[in-house]
């Protein structure tokens, strides 16, 4: 079983939820921009929760599906169409084989989620099938899907199995998509405008009154440097109150980083493991998924919440994914 | 910092927690950091995910549902507030480990040119000739402090103070594979093409990091000891072969 | 109220059979199918069916319609600085002609015409920021 790529739309890769271990020799975690999405297109098919999926993002890929095969996409609206008819998202799929899957425009958010039933059959590299394009390392050959790449896809599962013949059994012409789907989409543009929660970076005490207050108040717009790296923002001008010649310590998903030029840089999944700007704050976990779904020339604006607070947000949505699971699988 | 411990614990976020041994690039306080280092190398907790080790401190990634689930946490006893007692324990407990002997390593540079476009802004920033910051770089004794910031990255301690420059103001998109730079009090090298705000004044002839060495990727490692060697844009060609 | 299923049904015969156009009115919702059209029309308020961003013809010989830009990005109008267009006004696309490119975050997609036709007016400058859906080209097309 296997899909064909005819066009690879603006940057394709498959990723997982990261390569962890590795920091310590340089080599960065990558994995999906917004893992949440990325999870729950998994489980929508059976898979494990980390397993391997497409990132597509703003201009999607077209594929042609040489066998039938399960699907689901989740994240960002990207108007998904097989011959010419509509795909429902954040739900289960059954795709006939010999249809042509294409994305027609990226109406919200940024990155959208493909998971085939069963994955791709891709080695993983030190762990993980994630891909970390600047150093060529994982994914399919370190590199973002092309015109004429042919993915393998591996076995589904028993669920993967059920739910395509439960599906397929209703009659469909390309595909069948479930009459069900997933809820709470962070994609959406009025969950877009809701405020970054972010907590205390470890440099923040020696930032201005007026930056601190800026940083909470002002919007921040992303700039077409943006990418997987980071997004580089641009607003009011953070200040330290004096020069910090920073001596190079470890950043995290979600660090975000001033350089000498004042507008700040949030890191994501391509993030380096050390980093020598001064920190003025640090994403929520939650919250990085969302950042991830900004395109450029959003605005984004950020609200300061406590430590104790982040790790309740974490919490909870581990809770909200565990739910969602049963409620998957109960819908056999 | 504590009389009773010579370290301090912070949160990075709720995810991670910072444990500074320092605030200085030295020898002392990257014992401890690799004392520590080497600890969680055998000994960790559930939830934790990995830790990076950094000039004055180790910092440790968690996944806060695993360790509250694991350790049976609620409201009255946070993540943080668990895990910077453990850490504690850990770090007391590491400073009491024997130091490990290093490696020594010897990387041969081409300096300046093509290969090295800040040399004349380095020198210039110190009133130098490019010639002599070559000397000076060249004839200093680094250790490895860390690898971090892409894939074999090492960052090196003991760069002469004559030739210590800020970073640039505005990182560069990309900087050539191999690359050597300074910035700040720091020197170290880029294995793989990436953007970096540090000045380049050289280009090593051997890879940093290669993937498909599965033993050993990464040429360097905290705590190994380097030596760079000038070579000429000849020796480097030949060193080079067909690789770029 | 349609479920989306019902509407897919009602399309499927409606395709099936030699009808070419068919109407269905109902107190909350109105629906309009006609064959040989790319899109679906429906006034019902809590669906939304993907549409393909391209506007509806002017004439019934010859129809204006308007390339639409996918995503947000910068559109350039060659494949590098100083190179030739793409497309000029009077270029003849086919569905596959590349017209332009659209630059986000470092990357940059090749968009192709989608439709046949003469380009009678070009919308944007090289180097404009444009937003999702808005449109770059008017091609005439029969």
Redesign the interface.
Known sequence: MSLKIMRP???TTIQDLGR?????????VSGAMDQYSLRLANLLVGNPERQGALEI???GPTIEFTADTLIAITGA?M???ID???V?TLRPVAVKAGSVLKF????SGCRAYLAVAGGFEIPT?MGSQSTYL????GGLEGRALKHGDILETGTPNEYGIQMSRLLLSRGA?SFAAA?WCIGVVHTTPARLALPIRI?K??QYDGFTEKSKTDLCTQGFKVT??????GYRLEGPILKPIEHI??????A????VQV???GNPIVLLADH??????PKIA????VDVARVAQY???DTIYFKMIT??A??D???KK??YMENVKIAIAAKL | MNDKQNFEI???????I?IIFG???NPTIHKLVKGM?DYLETHTFKGF?????????V?V?YN??VV?KAYSLDNSH???EYLSGLLSEYATKAGQMPATKPDIVEIPVCYGGEYGPDLEQVAEYHHLTTEEVIKIHSSGEYLVY????????P?LGGLDKRIAT??R???R?AIPARSIGI????TGGY?????G?WNLIGRSAVEM?D?KNTKH??LL??GDIVHFKAISCEEYKVIRGNAK | MLT??EI?DLM?SVDASGFTTFKYNTEDCSLVLKKGT?SVVTTSPSLT?????ISKPATDEERIVEI?A?????FYKSSEPGAEAFVEVGSVVKENTIVCI????????EIEAEVSGEIVEILVKDGD?V???QPLFKVKTK
């Open positions: 739309g603006l940057l962890y271990g590795y920091q310590k020799i340089g080599v960065l993002s703003l201009t609206d108007c998904p169409v010419g008819w509509p429902a027609t425009g990226c109406k590299v600047r150093a060529g390392i012409r009459h907590t970076g470890l077409t440097s943006s990418d997987r790296m010649e920073m001596i190079s310590e470890a995290t998903l979600g660090t350089p000498p030029s380096q493991s050390t980093a020598g700007y640090q994403v929520s976990f395109k450029p020339g430590n104790a982040a790790e947000l974490y919490i581990e809770q | 912070k949160p990075m976020g709720e995810c991670a910072h605030t200085a690039i280092s995910v990995e830790y990076i080790a950094s000039y004055t401190a910092t990634m806060p549902y509250t946070r993540v943080y860390m690898i971090g910031f892409c894939p074999g990255f960052y800020p970073r103001e505005s990182p998109l910035a700040g009090e720091q294995p793989i093409s990436t953007p705000g990091f993937v990727p990464s490692k905290a | 989306l299923d897919k499927q790319t069916i993907a549409d393909k961003p639409t996918p995503s947000v990005g910068t659209l630059e986000a975050m470092k990357l940059f997609t920021f937003e999702y859906g």
